[in-house]
């Protein structure tokens, strides 16, 4: 398990210095020059132009620019933005717990949902809780993340008037971040009403990034099911006289489950994506609003960085699915 | 009043070309303390008429039968948890494919003790005592060791031997045996066949054994069923069954075993059973058979007898007994 791991770790180098180039490179292709977007409509002058250039270094050659970058990052040095010349890095930290939540709270949703409906839908083949289910599924998937969340907000925050339309909690409340997650924090602030409100503001973007991962692991729960329901083993277990429940809960879910564990993996990379037009629409601010703010101020340090680190840690969180699905499948845990 | 009593047992599968019909109005009988051979070759539909006795086939097969019943209880009738208390307690099965009928994600014991715990109650030591003990009468070296141990840690034959321990686990009063000894070694397979008659001569069980073997059946067997695409074509006491085989199938199958090669001019079956879609008109084995003649090619043949071993034929071979004599001493 140790070497495993210590394997996994090693193929991150590549990867790694494969995604610090494709986050160097892509900013740099897209049109508009920083320094000119920075000057906004004031403008400026030739000589203010090439000082600027040479300050930030992009008189330099492309590769000689890249190389700096590349050795700023491996010493964790990730550069300071253009903007708010803060350090990169600190910008991340104060963000990134806003998207953790939201990313965590998306993805239990989805793995609540997506798996008991993925097993009913099997058990069920081809009955109308299947065939309903599995449309809309489909309609998930397949459904623009904007439409929808505008869709949601419609209903909810417009016409009944449930929830908020944007932020992480009401203005009305203040207090220190602990943990940087508002569930948490409103709770030990103690303060009336926060906690409430925090979960208000937390629950619309919430579904909308669940969306996807949870059409996804819905119909993969459902195809893995379908094909574990055929094995021999699961006649076996009915063979006992094993309870339905048992049967299709532990014997088949449990097999089943291998290939559901790498699609949620693989999600977490979606999660992201989803996180970042999530957060747009609802003005949630986290690292998704933060990158989209910085593409549109060319904002390169942060662009690279942001990237960078959104790639590292859905490596890392596919490192940890890795792990986990060697606990739950017994024959690469005992691979010698 | 009989353990097992099946009668006119059809199985149709949905395929993508059709229904195919893998049980023909099968019949069959198994009292307490019998021991039931089914005999025939690959694709006669064996294990798909025991499967929809035990009620395990899937979704894709349509059963119909006019009776299936278990010690007088309907099974047909029997609600999903009443049937759950009687499968896998009073009446077990041991499958044909040990390699794939273990769950992969379960470690031995624990699928062991799953039975043990689900209908006898066994918990905790109680039920890894039994558990021991089971896996120590099924030749399993090093028993308490072997619990902890995954399926595919152990090879095929262990793993038959664990599904066996896991059929035998609630003494059940019908054992339903599918080639309990295809993925065992000679001497291996012996000892199984010594502990399944054992334990049925112990318990009284009736034991129903599918198998390929004709040797096996000579050995174990008191009564054989031969089928063949499906149909049952013949039942006789074994002693009468190798005396005087009453199908022309019968007779093949026997005239193929090796001892016997000699004796008979038929040393393999020439053709191949019919598949769904080449079922000929009339007797089934008609195409394969030496004696047919126009009736067998166009009508279906009658059940004959007792005597003539129920056989399904226009011609048994005992009513045409003198043909026979003078074809061999050609
Ligand atoms: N799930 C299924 N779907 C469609 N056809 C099936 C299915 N299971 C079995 N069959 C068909 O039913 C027929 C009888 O199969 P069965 O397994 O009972 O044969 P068998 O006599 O046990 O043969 P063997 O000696 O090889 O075990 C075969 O032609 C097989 O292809
Ligand atoms: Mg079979």
Redesign the interface.
């Known amino acids: 398990m140790l070497r495993f791991f210590l394997s996994r770790l090693l193929t991150f180098i590549p990867t790694f210095i494969g995604v610090t180039l494709v986050s160097f490179a892509f900013i740099r292709l897209l049109p508009g020059d920083p320094i000119i977007v920075m000057a906004g409509e004031r403008g400026l002058t030739d000589e203010r132009y090439a000082e600027l250039q040479e300050k930030f270094g992009f008189d330099r050659p492309l590769a000689v620019q890249f190389w700096e970058y590349l050795t700023g990052v491996v010493q964790g040095d990730l550069g300071e933005s253009f903007v708010t010349n803060r350090p990169v890095w600190d910008e991340f930290f104060a963000l990134f717990p806003a998207t953790l939540e939201l990313s965590i709270c998306a993805i239990i949703i989805a793995i609540l949902l997506g798996i008991p409906a993925g097993v009913i839908a099997a058990v069920n083949r081809g009955k109308f809780f299947d065939r309903a289910l599995m449309s809309t599924a489909l309609v998930g998937y397949s459904m623009p993340i904007f439409w929808w969340a505008l869709l949601l907000i419609i209903v909810f925050s417009g016409n009944l008037g449930w929830t908020p339309v944007s932020g992480r909690i009401d203005l009305l409340y203040f207090f220190d971040d602990v943990t940087g997650f508002m569930l948490i924090d409103s709770l030990l602030s103690g303060q009336d009403g926060a906690f409430r409100s925090a979960a208000r503001h937390l629950i619309l973007p919430s579904i909308v990034l669940a969306t996807i991962p949870l059409a996804v692991i819905a119909r993969q729960t459902r195809s893995a099911m379908l094909e574990v329901l055929s094995e021999d083993y699961i006649r076996t277990a009915r063979a006992k006289g094993l309870s339905s429940g048992r049967v299709n809960g532990l014997h088949a879910l449990r097999n089943a489950m291998i290939p559901v564990i790498t699609v949620i993996g693989l999600s977490v990379g979606t999660l992201m994506a989803g996180a970042i037009l999530t957060e747009s629409i609802f003005s949630w601010p986290g690292i998704g609003k933060w990158m989209v703010d910085s593409i549109f101020r060319r904002d390169y340090p942060v662009v690279q960085g942001g990237l960078l680190l959104i790639a590292l840690i859905v490596m890392l969180v596919n490192l940890i699915v890795d792990l986990l699905y060697g606990l739950i499948n017994p024959r690469i845990r005992h691979r010698e | 009043m009989s353990l097992l009593r099946i009668r006119n047992l059809s199985v149709d599968f949905q395929t993508s070309g059709g229904l195919f019909r893998a049980v023909d109005s099968v019949d069959l009988e198994v009292n307490a303390g019998d021991i039931l051979a089914i005999v025939g070759e690959s694709g006669s539909g064996k294990s798909v008429s025991m499967?929809a006795a035990?009620g395990?086939l899937?979704?894709s097969a349509k059963v119909t039968a006019d009776e299936i019943s278990f010690d007088g209880t309907d099974l047909g009738g029997l609600r999903?948890?009443a049937?759950?208390?009687?499968?896998?307690?009073d009446m077990?099965?041991i499958?044909q494919?040990p390699m794939?009928?273990?769950?992969?994600?379960?470690t031995i014991g624990f699928q062991i003790k799953?039975?043990l715990r689900?209908?006898l109650g066994l918990k905790g030591s109680a039920a890894t005592d039994r558990a021991i003990e089971l896996l120590d009468m099924v030749g399993i070296p090093d028993p308490a060791r072997r619990l902890s141990a995954?399926p595919?840690?152990l090879s095929g034959g262990m793993n038959q031997r664990v599904?066996i321990a896991?059929a035998i686990a609630c003494t059940p009063r019908l054992l339903i045996a599918d080639e309990p000894t295809t993925a065992l070694d000679v001497t291996i397979q012996a000892q199984i066949l010594e502990l399944l008659t054992g334990l049925q001569a112990e318990t009284g069980m009736g034991l129903i054994l599918i198998t390929h073997d004709m040797g096996v059946v000579a050995e174990t067997a008191e009564r054989v069923s031969v089928q063949y695409a499906g149909q049952k074509v013949e039942e006789q006491p074994v002693i009468d069954l190798f005396d005087r085989p009453q199908h022309p199938y019968t007779a093949a199958l026997l005239a193929a075993l090796p001892e016997r090669a000699t004796e008979r001019r038929l040393p393999t079956i020439p053709g191949a059973v019919p598949g769904a879609f080449d079922r000929p008109q009339g007797c089934l084995f008609s195409p394969r058979c030496r004696y047919a003649d126009e009736t067998c090619r166009t009508v279906a043949p009658p059940v004959q007898s007792a005597a003539l071993g129920w056989a399904r034929c226009h011609y048994p071979l005992s009513a045409t007994e003198g043909v026979i004599a003078e074809e061999t001493a050609q």
């Open positions: 499967l035990m395990l899937p979704w999903g948890s049937r759950r208390k009687l499968i896998g307690r077990s099965m499958f494919e794939s009928s273990l769950n992969p994600c379960f799953e039975v689900q209908h995954f595919f840690q599904m896991i």
